[in-house]
Nanobody, 124 residues
């Protein structure tokens, strides 16, 4: 089970940290991802991290502003968001999937488990 938290209302240029707590047994072979969905738009990839090794990947729209990390002891993945823009306004979802070959983990259908989402609103 995945529990996302940390969303809120902030102003442009502010920072926010999202958390995704994974309950139950966390497998080291998993990939943890963050996606977001703005009103009227499709869910889009933001970032992912391999639980083992910590290899990360970012969407071009957030690279350099967002940082994904994980805390093995707390079974938690974080998304640190800096220099937030109104275009970052969305519901953010965390997701998890076993690591499988030939996958980019940038697509919604590549993930098996989803959290409930946390809303981020950035005002201009």
């Amino acid at each position: 089970q995945l529990q996302a938290s940390g969303g809120g209302l902030v102003q442009a240029g502010d920072s926010l940290r999202l958390s995704c707590a994974a309950s139950g047994r966390t497998r080291s072979t998993y990939v943890m991802g963050w996606f977001r969905q703005a009103p009227g738009k499709e869910r889009e990839f933001v970032s992912h991290i391999k639980w083992s090794g910590g290899i990360t990947c970012y969407a071009s729209s957030v690279k350099g502003r967002f940082t994904i990390s994980r805390d093995n002891g707390k079974n938690t993945v974080y998304l640190d968001m800096n220099s937030l823009e109104p275009e970052d306004t969305a519901v953010y979802y965390c997701a998890a999937a076993p690591s499988r070959p030939y996958r980019t983990y940038s697509r919604v259908d590549e993930y098996d488990y989803w959290g409930q989402g946390t809303e981020v609103t950035v005002s201009s």
